[in-house]
């Protein structure tokens, strides 16, 4: 897992990581608008595909994770891959690099900064633009942890109803993720009795 | 209310923000608005409107604004600290309690679960952005819905070429490249402003 380290270069230190994390999360957090999938998916592009920090498995456990846990899905993230990459001082630098920016923005913004004219053609495009983008780049993401991770029935139809239980029932995510978690254990157990009993006839 | 009181009470809706920032809005609505009237109706739909166009989550955003109209600079601050508290402690214990008990039954399942639940939710997120830039509407779920109980509604949903163009080349440029996703962004954003002004 730990790729740093392998190809010869030194590991760099855990100081030079937190620091990294904040830049890293301040630039996600500042140039994307609109909340925590978006925010996931680029950290996804950046430290498992660019940097091979987190493997693809640890990046789903931690997206099922910071889905579950109650709070901002974005800083849960944060948190996660912070403490993966540099202990406690990496989840603190991680999360500080996800709020920092955000609240500069809305502290500028509610001192009387009240430009954003949200009707003009120009911004508006510009955000037409962005949000395009952003649709290219969670497609992206899905493809990669799809092809590793979509292989079974199980999981195929687990996301499937999830995506028809958010859009057509238009249930609470929350209570979606928590009803996943008895089916999963259903599964595991049926499974692990499977392989118990072929095992045993074997 | 004292500082003190703002950081509980944000503590109060960390613990309580179930399925991220989204849900904090109604919550906060019913909590800020009916229940102490922190403020009211129209100052908090204007502060969303505000949060969900500002860099940043939206639950982060909002924390910020409430805290500083409650207490100024300090407060926001507060606020914020408040809402981020608990997931700080509960993500680092999960994560803890799933390395210590990785092989149980219960983790083990829970995860299996998990997982593919979360990469549906990915694919939701698709369709929550595609419908305000590459889908001139949301699905045609009320669409169909109307045709099943008798009462048709317009149909209203059609792709844009632009915004697909855009997504589709994204897309590619990610899954082939390692392009840096800033650029990606700005490049989009100026070809939309572009686009917005002819």
Redesign the interface.
Known sequence: MDVTTENGKKAPSRMRLCGILFWEFAKITTMVIGGGYVILSVAENEFVRRRQWITQQDFLDMMALSQTVPGIIACNGAIYIGSRIAGFPGALTALCGTVVPPVVAILLLASGMRMLPTDSPVIEGAFLGVNSCIVGMIVATAWRLGRKSMTGWFEIIMAVALVVGMVVFEVNPGWLMVLSIPCGVGYVWWRRRRLRRAGGTC | MSLWGLYFLFIKY???????????VPLLTSDLVDTRHLMTASEFARLVA????????????TA??VG??QHG?LG??VG?AG??T???A???L??HF?ARWKQS??V???????????????????????E???FTAE?P?EYVRGLLQGTPVEWNFYVRP???A??????V???RT?FP??W??V???????????L
């Open positions: 960390g613990l309580l923000c179930f399925g991220g920032g989204y849900a904090l505000v949060a969900q166009v500002t860099p940043g989550p939206v639950g982060i955003n910020t604004y500083f109209t600079v926001a601050l914020t809402l981020i608990p997931a700080l509960l993500v680092l999960a994560m799933i039954l219960l083990e399942g829970g995860l299996s679960g998990l997982r593919p639940a979360a990469y549906g939710l990915l694919l939701v997120a698709v369709l929550v952005f595609a305000i830039s590459v699905l779920v632009l915004p697909l855009i997504a589709a080349t994204v897309a440029v990610q899954i390692k996703f800033i990606l962004i490049i989009s954003a100026v070809i939309g402003a572009l686009y917005g002004l």
